[in-house]
């Protein structure tokens, strides 16, 4: 398994305008843990090879929150999910779509081959709350570790990294939507939450469900995105 770098420094160049993100310190001030209860409905779209409540074994490309190790150096599992569905599609599906593109399409194809499903927690979580007072209470600000860019995720994953080796009880992280505020995105830590803590309330296939490609434009049409054949 490969192991996450250690907060390199990003690669940005001098016409780059965001500032590297800074490396955690070696103790992070106790942080502000929000308490999701039993009950609380979350939603994740994801690819239709995995169960709505499985979590990534890190695999795959990185994220800004994973992959992360513990402190033996095995693999922290992740799950990423939403508020609201809209969140889930915008983190997902519409991720990597720029702002300020002057054509902003998605394949129908990426809209196939994904699931939305609804998991209903089964058990109180408690999330480390990563919003703008929040962050400035370990100096940090928003735009740095959820606002910036992909060549950073290095660098912000050491953060979650540095979260989940300092407070054990603690199951994930949440925060503002940086594609679709004021919603919430979450991230689970696979050792702390299993797939039992998640009940699969209902899963919409995005290549047979009418309602979810429905909601997938809807999601697409307050950006300018659409949905191409």
């Known amino acids: 398994m490969r192991r996450p770098a250690a907060s390199p420094t990003p690669c940005v160049d001098d016409t780059d305008p965001v500032d ?79 702002a300020d593109a002057s054509r902003k399409t998605v394949p129908l194809g990426q809209v196939a081959a994904r699931l939305h499903s609804a998991l209903v927690l089964r058990r ?24 910036s860019p992909p060549t950073h995720y290095a660098a912000t994953a050491a953060w979650a990294q540095a979260v989940h080796h300092g407070f054990g009880d603690v199951h994930g992280l949440v925060w503002t939507s940086n594609q679709c505020d004021p919603d919430d995105a979450f991230l689970l830590f696979g050792d702390r939450v299993a797939d039992t803590d998640l009940d699969v309330a209902a899963v919409r296939n995005g290549a047979t469900d ?19 054949l």
Do not use: K
């Not at 992360?68 to 599992?77: K, L, S, Y």
């Not at 100096?139 to 959820?146: A, D, G, P, Y």
């Open 20 to 98: 590297p993100v800074p490396a955690p310190p070696g103790a992070l001030p106790e942080p502000n843990v929000v308490e999701c209860p039993a009950g609380l409905v979350l939603h994740r779209v994801h690819s239709r090879e995995y169960a709505g409540n499985a979590f990534n074994p890190c695999q795959g490309p990185p994220t800004r929150f994973a992959p992360i190790e513990d402190r033996h150096g095995n693999c922290v599992p992740s799950l990423y999910a939403g508020s609201s569905v809209a969140a889930a599609i915008y983190e997902t599906v519409f991720h990597d779509i720029p």
């Open 124 to 147: 109180m979580l408690r999330l480390v709350n990563l919003r703008e007072p929040d962050l400035n209470r370990w100096r940090l600000r928003r735009e740095e570790l959820v606002g």
């Open 210 to 228: 009418a309602s979810f490609l429905a909601e997938v434009r809807q999601a697409g049409r307050r950006a300018g995105i659409r949905i191409s």
